[in-house]
Nanobody, 123 residues
Framework: QVQLVESGGGLVQAGGSLRLSCAAS????????MAWFHQAPGKEREFVAV???????YYADSVKGRFTISRDNAKNTVYLQMNSLKPEDTAVYYC?????????????????WGQGTQVTVSS
């Protein structure tokens, strides 16, 4: 069982930055694929970024060049650095984890989810 706790959300002006953190329980964090999703009001939860256990990272086209996912296996934590934020980035951001997801970009690929943290970008 893995428990995930996100933090770092808040209100920021367009063009600003935020760093989200996701702290995971368990002793095998380095073996997990860790991802970030977001969900805007009235919309489905969407893939943002993923960090594979081997270190490879992938991003949604909408955040490439602006967001960076990273992980600190010693701290059991994955981060999402968000720069050049836009109003359309406003959403609840969720951390997700799985040992061996079939793919990386679908909600159904992940077994464990955090409670989410709100990010609001004002224009």
């Amino acid at each position: 069982q893995v428990q995930l706790v996100e933090s770092g959300g808040g209100l920021v002006q367009a063009g600003g930055s935020l760093r989200l953190s996701c702290a995971a329980s368990g002793r095998t964090f380095s073996n997990y694929v860790m991802a970030w999703f977001h969900q805007a009001p009235g919309k489905e939860r969407e893939f943002v970024a993923v960090s594979r256990s081997g270190g490879a990272t992938y991003y949604a086209d909408s955040v490439k060049g602006r967001f960076t996912i990273s992980r600190d296996n010693a701290k059991n934590t994955v981060y999402l650095q968000m720069n050049s934020l836009k109003p359309e980035d406003t959403a609840v951001y969720y951390c997700a984890a799985d040992i061996r997801p079939n793919r990386y970009g679908r909600v159904t690929d992940y077994s464990y989810w955090g409670q989410g943290t709100q990010v609001t970008v004002s224009s």
